[in-house]
């Protein structure tokens, strides 16, 4: 009996440490192993030649709009993300599967498509942006504001309405789940007690959701961050006003200066890093706030 016992007991660790086996070999040849040779290919230059690379005007201005603009996006979508999951989920109307389905489009188009797609919407020659012509309505309403021109593709706002239809799908998938498992006990027991709808969402109904939030802000943060054919096609590139960190980095490379495109890219990796440690952090926090309450 206890020799069948130490006997399995011995599979079972051999087991469990071939399962870690593959994960950890899957893992280090899969992201380990390109960030090694990334970081690597970087070390092989002087700090002195690194710096100026990754501390240029226009390198710090294209941080300051990809973060900017992935951010903003993030935002917008955990508002209006949740708002759409609450609907789909709480509602029934017509045509409601096909709202559901069309959720999911931006994670299946390429972003090439995407980038083509808006700029034949909001171009100057697109259907929405043709109504921004100086000879317009419009056009004459802004010119009274003194701005002269309205362009909804090369300019910040194009980019963040990339950067939100791209990042869509995230907070929505989710928070779908977690509103789906919702028990509807726990907010009729809410509104027995005196709470109005605002009350039950605000207190009962948003703790319990935030965790998945985050998620999906988290995901859609990533997604901004990394975002490179729709912004390559709808930003204009213009360097220090449009040009995104992605499209710098493949700029360096079609100059054949790889150095500079890994050192901006190292960059870029290290602050999505630092950004997706808090997001994290803070996800954690909001589970265990949630369970305490």
């Not at 999911?104 to 909001?122: F, K, N």
């Not at 791209?166 to 027991?189: G, H, K, M, N, S």
Request: with cysteine.
């Amino acid at each position: 009996m206890t020799l069948n016992l130490i006997s399995g007991w011995q599979t079972f660790i051999r087991y469990q440490l071939l399962l870690r086996g593959i994960v950890f070999l899957y893992i280090s040849i899969i992201i380990i192993l390109p960030l090694t040779a990334l970081f690597w290919k970087v070390s092989q230059k002087p700090l002195t030649q690194i710096i100026p690379l990754i501390t240029s005007e226009i390198a710090i201005d294209a941080y300051k709009l990809t973060f900017g603009t992935a951010l903003g996006a993030a935002l917008i979508n955990s508002i209006f993300g949740v708002i759409l999951a609450w609907i789909l989920v709480r509602y029934d109307f017509v045509g409601k599967r096909i709202a559901n389905g069309l959720i999911d489009l931006p994670l299946a188009i390429p972003g090439v498509v995407v980038g083509i797609t808006l700029m034949s919407l909001y171009s100057p020659a697109g259907v929405i942006g043709q109504l921004f012509e100086p000879d317009t309505f419009l056009g004459k309403l802004f010119q009274h504001f003194d701005i002269e021109e309205v362009n909804l593709t090369s300019s910040v706002i194009g980019i963040l309405v990339a950067q939100i239809f791209v990042t869509l799908p995230f907070v929505v998938r989710t928070v779908q789940p977690v509103l789906i498992d919702f028990e509807p006990e726990v907010e009729e027991a809410a509104k027995i007690l005196g709470a109005n709808s605002w009350q039950c969402f605000w207190k009962v109904i948003l703790p319990q959701i935030l965790p998945s939030i985050l998620t999906g802000f988290t995901l859609a943060l990533a997604r901004g961050i990394g975002e490179f054919g729709v912004a390559f096609i709808i930003s204009g590139n213009i360097p220090n006003e449009t040009l995104m960190a992605t499209v710098y980095i493949y700029q360096r490379l079609e100059q054949f200066d790889f150095v500079g495109a890994t050192a901006v890219a190292i960059v870029l990796l290290i602050l999505a890093l630092v950004f997706l440690i808090l997001a994290g952090i803070l996800q954690r926090w909001s589970q265990r706030h949630s369970q305490n309450n």
